[in-house]
């Protein structure tokens, strides 16, 4: 899990990078929650989300947006967030010419960065949303969304409550050729506490099937 520092738009990103066995290996994203909340790469739902890439073989990169940690430059309402995902993306896919498929992922502004990201790079092959702030934030922009994926919340969240993650749900899964797995987990908060365990099970069957049998799951990856 080795530290590295990559050029972003507002200056120096720092990131933890784990790199694949293989060199057509798929490649991760995973982004944090907001800056202004105490996010950063090391959040518990990042690092399990990270995890879960690692152990399949993915070439996989958690980053700092900018102001955060070791990241230069300062918060920038989520604008900057998007460039700086954007050069985190160019920074991976530089060091992985072959790779097979490209995923992101993202936990509550994150997610939301991560779903921005999705409408400007074709070249994402599928998404993990984690508790989207659909109450707070404006996801209008996935009109249509481009590709199938994962979403999962908390079905205690008092941050973004369910009904606000499911509305977006059904407005992405009445789009042609897009399917949406959608896990709300019991009694798990904004946070999941006391049920990371339930999130990365979740998470883990969604991988599994996808890179399993990718059609069943609305994708189509190159194998």
């Given at each position: 899990?080795?530290?590295?520092?990559f050029n972003g738009p507002a200056g120096r990103l720092e990131g933890r990078y784990s790199p694949g066995k293989?060199?057509?290996?798929?490649?991760?994203?995973?982004?944090?929650?907001?800056?202004?909340?105490?996010?950063?790469?090391?959040?518990?739902?990042?690092?399990?989300?990270?995890?879960?890439?690692?152990?399949?073989?993915?070439?996989?990169?958690?980053?700092?947006?900018?102001?955060?940690?070791?990241?230069?430059?300062?918060?920038?309402?989520?604008?900057?967030?998007?460039?700086?995902?954007?050069?985190?993306?160019?920074?991976?896919?530089?060091?992985?010419?072959?790779?097979?498929?490209?995923?992101?992922?993202?936990?509550?502004?994150?997610?939301?960065?991560?779903?921005?990201?999705?409408?400007?790079?074709?070249?994402?092959?599928?998404?993990?949303?984690?508790?989207?702030?659909?109450?707070?934030?404006?996801?209008?922009?996935?009109?249509?969304?481009?590709?199938?994926?994962?979403?999962?919340?908390?079905?205690?969240?008092?941050?973004?409550?369910?009904?606000?993650?499911?509305?977006?749900?059904?407005?992405?899964?009445?789009?042609?050729?897009?399917?949406?797995?959608?896990?709300?987990?019991?009694?798990?908060?904004?946070?999941?506490?006391?049920?990371?365990?339930?999130?990365?099970?979740?998470?883990?069957?969604?991988?599994?099937?996808?890179?399993?049998?990718?059609?069943?799951?609305?994708?189509?990856?190159?194998?």
């Amino acid at each position: 899990m080795p530290e590295v520092l990559f050029n972003g738009p507002a200056g120096r990103l720092e990131g933890r990078y784990s790199p694949g066995k293989s060199p057509t290996a798929p490649i991760a994203l995973v982004l944090h929650p907001s800056p202004q909340h105490g996010g950063t790469m090391n959040n518990k739902v990042v690092f399990s989300i990270y995890q879960t890439f690692t152990t399949r073989d993915f070439a996989t990169l958690r980053f700092n947006f900018r102001g955060v940690g070791r990241s230069q430059g300062s918060y920038d309402k989520g604008e900057g967030e998007l460039a700086d995902a954007t050069s985190a993306l160019d920074w991976l896919q530089s060091i992985n010419l072959h790779a097979r498929s490209v995923w992101v992922a993202g936990f509550s502004f994150g997610s939301w960065i991560g779903m921005q990201l999705l409408m400007r790079r074709p070249e994402i092959d599928s998404f993990i949303s984690i508790a989207p702030p659909a109450n707070m934030l404006d996801f209008s922009f996935l009109a249509p969304c481009p590709t199938s994926g994962m979403i999962v919340t908390g079905e205690a969240d008092d941050i973004v409550p369910e009904p606000a993650v499911a509305k977006l749900v059904h407005k992405l899964s009445f789009q042609r050729g897009i399917k949406i797995d959608y896990r709300a987990i019991p009694g798990a908060d904004h946070f999941f506490t006391d049920k990371m365990d339930e999130l990365s099970a979740a998470v883990e069957s969604h991988l599994d099937a996808a890179l399993f049998n990718p059609a069943s799951m609305g994708l189509a990856l190159a194998g």
